[in-house]
């Protein structure tokens, strides 16, 4: 990754960094390649990930109800 992409992702928000973490390691993406891509050390992103919060099924189904009752 670009020095100067990686600078951006590091001025991300927590969350938006965590956001990133889980869609590359969706896309197959190993803990090494998102360390690389992303400037940080393996470590660092194998805490980062760990500490994604995570939504439950209930969680997912209750905003997207709200957002249908809102219409």
Known sequence: MDQ??????????RE????VFLRLSLSGQSTEEIAERTGWS??????????APTLSREGRQGSVRKRWRRK
Do not use: G, H, K
């Open 4 to 13: 100067s992409i990686q600078y951006q992702f590091q001025r991300l928000p």
């Open 16 to 19: 938006a960094q965590q956001s």
């Open 42 to 51: 393996v470590e660092q992103v194998r805490d980062a990930m760990t500490q």
